[in-house]
């Protein structure tokens, strides 16, 4: 079983268009619950944004 930080990754990285709220809807956690996982990826420099809020996409760095 992944964990919710393991499954929004996935999600990211295969669609890095995705926003918060939608990501929520697919792991089932709050929309607050999915930012505080990745306000925590960003800190651990796992995970960045690029461009706005709107238009802009998730850049997920995962290490080869």
């Known amino acids: ?10 999600l990211l990285h295969g669609n890095p268009n995705l926003t918060l709220a939608e990501i929520a809807e697919i792991i089932g956690l709050t929309r607050d619950g999915v930012k505080k996982i990745a306000d925590k ?7 960045s944004r690029e461009g706005s809020t709107k238009a802009g996409k998730w850049i997920v760095k995962l290490e080869d």
């Open 41 to 47: 990826l960003r800190a651990e420099g796992i995970l």
């Open 1 to 10: 079983i992944k964990s919710n930080r393991e499954r929004l990754i996935s």
